[in-house]
């Protein structure tokens, strides 16, 4: 048709031709129109109830712009023009329009295109910065922080602490790894703490063991020097090697005994125990020993009621000797008086023995259970004993269940108290 329009214009005035076009515009759901100068010489079919003569675009014989959209009340259509002279000399104009009707969401859409692609490159350009911040502030800076972290504990700096600022998956992970920080920070200073006990240990084994080396050395040297050149002194410093010698053993026997309460190794024998007779008989047994002493056993008030409780038969025993036998080591008034009693507290009964003896200083009542401790500085073995008896009963104690704890006051005594577990029979 441009063709035509170029070299023989007059054609398209042929109606037959002109049908013939439109009959092919068809087939792609388009329609023809032909203007000269303001009259349409051919208007296509599907345009009856069009009034498109009146919205046709002017007559632009550069031919810069054609192709173009155009609108009819609620019809648009895009279209493709070509203009041209049917006759130069007579200066008439003629227009080809090859024109589709359109649907007025896809003339909206393609007027709205180019905001759509804006708005759409901001909302992408604002999605990527809000995304960038949330990453960085959601998982790296965390991550990052983990990073640190695992640098500290590389150099084996664990005093660092890790906070969490948010409870997703990445928060979740922060609080496990300041977790697992504080799980090392406290196993390792508890081997520090478990070294630093060896260290004290070791020093106050030696300790404990010089004094009777020292003089079992030097009984021994005395017989070697022939200084017992009677029976009397020989059997004097045998006797004195003996006795420390004993005391050596009794020492090593009760660090054996500690040594295991302390390491978990000693088992337990759990049986029904009625209290208020088990410390009779034990008293039964020490009388002699309370009589040597001028020691008076006191009972706080007389037990009507059977309370068994669950303990290890011999273990108990050996607590309770221990605590009798701290009582004779260190009254030394008279009267001398040991006080018993017991009570019940919920599930707990309660066992408190009592002396009126110097009493301990409030500083040092502490560290009583605490192993080779003795209230005074020198460390003096004159009131006999290993250091152990109240560090074996606290691991004896503790380890039925228990507590243990002590009261005291200068020139009123001191007493000792620990629970024991009611037995109740749920069948």
């Known amino acids: 048709m441009k063709y035509l329009a170029k070299h023989d214009p007059e054609k398209l005035k042929d109606q037959l031709v002109l049908e013939q076009f439109d009959m092919q515009l068809k087939m792609v759901q388009a329609g023809l129109v032909v203007r000269e100068n303001n009259k349409l010489i051919y208007t296509a079919p599907i345009f009856e109830n069009v009034n498109i003569a009146h919205i046709l675009p002017q007559y632009d014989l550069s031919n810069n712009s054609i192709r173009n959209t155009m609108n009819a009340g609620s019809h648009f259509f895009s279209y493709a023009k070509f203009d041209f002279y049917f006759s130069p000399d007579a200066g008439d ?81 922060v609080m496990t790894f300041e977790q697992m920080r504080k799980q090392l920070y406290d196993s390792i200073q508890l081997q520090l703490h478990y070294e630093e006990n060896r260290k004290q240990l070791l020093s106050n084994i030696s300790h404990d063991l010089r004094t009777p080396i020292t003089t079992i050395k030097g009984y021994a040297e005395g017989i070697m020097d022939g200084v017992t050149n009677t029976q009397e002194k020989l059997d004097k410093y045998v006797g004195a090697i003996h006795t420390r010698a004993s005391d050596m053993e009794r020492l090593v026997d009760e660090l054996l005994f500690y040594s295991k309460l ?25 009388a002699i020993e309370f009589d040597n002493h001028a020691v008076e056993v006191s009972w706080e ?48 009964a309660v066992v408190k023995i009592a002396d009126n003896g110097p009493g301990i200083q409030q500083e040092s009542l502490p560290h009583i259970f605490e192993r080779f401790y003795r209230e005074e500085p020198s460390r003096s073995r004159a009131a006999g004993g290993s250091g152990l008896g109240l560090a074996i009963a606290q691991q004896i104690i503790e380890g039925q269940g228990g507590t243990i704890w002590a009261t005291s006051e200068l020139g009123q005594g001191t007493s000792i108290c620990f629970t024991l577990k009611i037995f109740v029979d749920r069948r």
């Open 262 to 286: 302390d390491l978990k190794k000693e088992p337990f024998s759990f049986e029904q125990v009625e209290l208020s007779g088990f410390l009779h008989r034990i008293v039964d047994e020490l």
């Open 301 to 348: 008030q007389a037990f009507l009621e059977e309370w068994f409780v669950l303990a290890d038969r011999e273990k108990l025993k050996r607590v309770i000797m221990n605590l009798f036998d701290n009582c004779l080591k260190y009254m030394n008034q008279d009267p001398k008086i040991i006080t018993i009693g017991i009570e019940k507290q919920g599930e707990l």
């Open 93 to 173: 104009k003629g227009s080809i329009f090859v024109i589709r009707e359109r649907s007025p969401f896809a003339e909206v859409v393609r007027t709205l295109l180019p905001i759509l692609i804006i708005v759409f490159v901001a909302i992408l350009l604002l999605t990527g910065f809000l995304l960038y911040r949330y990453v960085t502030r959601k998982i790296v800076q965390p991550l990052d922080g983990l990073r640190q972290s695992a640098e500290h504990i590389k150099d084996g700096d664990l005093t660092f602490e890790l906070r969490s600022t948010s409870k997703d998956e990445v928060g979740q992970l």
